[in-house]
């Protein structure tokens, strides 16, 4: 009994890792990109499209990028107006001129600049899901005697959530 359990519980193990291995290769690919910042506009860089596709992705379940017209005209995103401080009150930002002492802009320099040892981390942790997800993707290839039930459950792991992001 408890050998084809061992036997039952070690496939589903495969199976569920082979489905699921895509997308774990997906999220760490895409959650370094956001950790380094690169699908935010900062200054004079603009993420490319791809990179901010993924991000929405990534951060929403769905590519359809949008531009939320009150966080481009400077307000608040999700604010009522009434909520919103007045100009010229220390809350209300700056309209031109300089800015504010003890208020630096924000830099996409700045921002991967901060908690730089935690995001360096977090990289290595992405790095090696990463590794680890390709290195058992590899063991079920070089263990399973039918590489075609491998390669069916790879596959479905990438259809299934790209046919999903249609909905």
Known sequence: ???????????????CGLLIAPSLLFFAFTGTLQMLS??????????????????????NATLKVSK???????????????????????????ASGPPQPGRAPVTLQA????????KIFFIAVAL??????????????????????VTGWLLAGVVVPLLLTRF
């Open 38 to 59: 690169l699908h935010e506009s900062a200054g004079t860089y603009t993420p490319p499209a791809w990179v901010a596709s993924l991000a929405q992705l990534h951060k």
């Open 128 to 149: 090696g899901l990463f590794v680890s997800t390709l290195s058992g993707i590899y063991m079920a290839y070089m263990y399973s005697r039918r590489s075609w039930v």
């Open 68 to 94: 939320r017209p009150d966080a481009v005209a400077g307000k608040p995103a999700n604010v009522p107006a009434a909520v919103q401080p007045r100009p010229g009150s220390p809350a209300a930002p700056a």
């Open 111 to 118: 921002k991967q600049k901060a908690h730089l040892p935690l």
């Open 1 to 15: 009994m408890p050998n084809s359990l061992l036997r039952v519980s070690r496939q589903i193990h495969l199976y």
